[in-house]
């Protein structure tokens, strides 16, 4: 029998909506290997201070966005910035397990109990119960942890759930017709209740 690991990049990064309607494009175009490491490493079109840092980003956002079909992608790239945002939040939550669950059980209470804004130690809390599915969880390091609960958090202010860092204040988002019709297309429900959270209540 397999034994259950959760797998993530969040510490990949946050939503980074500029970069990823870059990679969207390049995955559109289905371009070959030679012409992507050409547009990442020469071209340089992510605009990042060393190939290193490219292709961590390059590597972080494709693995999201791999997963996405092409209307979701089409949408990211071409869509205006709050569209392209929440085209970017589903290729994250596609990607995230831990981030559609935190979003499902953590700040899906917290607005359905009207809570004010989302505690810090929230993801603290979070990451421990999950540790009872995970046991790997135990053994990552504290700073690996903050980290992912920090990445969490910003891609929850990016996407306008929280809104900002200082004031963790939880806000209401209204999910986007083309994004949801999108959703319902291509059977993703879980994503589309995520994105729904702070609509519903």
């Avoid at 050409?38 to 992510?46: E, S």
């Avoid at 917290?110 to 540790?131: C, G, M, N, P």
């Avoid at 209204?174 to 209740?193: A, C, F, G, T």
């Amino acid at each position: 029998m397999k034994t259950f690991h959760y797998e993530s990049d969040l510490n990949g990064g946050s939503l980074m909506v500029r970069e990823s309607r870059i990679i969207a494009d390049l995955l559109l175009k289905n371009v070959p290997k030679e012409a992507w490491d050409d547009a990442i490493f020469k071209q340089n079109v992510l605009q990042k201070r060393s190939q290193a840092t490219a292709r961590r980003y390059a590597q972080a956002i494709r693995k999201r966005l791999e997963l996405l079909n092409p209307e979701l992608l089409v949408a990211l790239r071409d869509g205006d910035e709050e569209l392209a945002t929440q085209a970017a939040l589903c290729g994250a939550l596609e990607r995230n397990l831990l981030l559609v669950e935190f979003m499902e059980s953590t700040l899906k209470d917290a607005y359905t109990q009207h809570h004010e804004k989302l505690e810090v130690y929230s993801w603290s809390d979070f990451i421990e119960e999950r540790s009872a599915k995970d046991s790997r969880i135990e053994d990552w390091k504290e700073n690996t942890k903050i980290k992912m609960g920090q990445v969490v958090f910003r891609i929850l202010i990016e996407a306008g759930y929280i809104q900002s860092k200082r004031s963790m204040k939880l806000q209401r988002v209204i999910v986007r017709p083309e994004i949801r019709v999108l959703l319902e297309d291509s059977y993703r429900h879980r994503i589309k209740n995520c994105l729904e959270i702070a609509s519903r209540q």
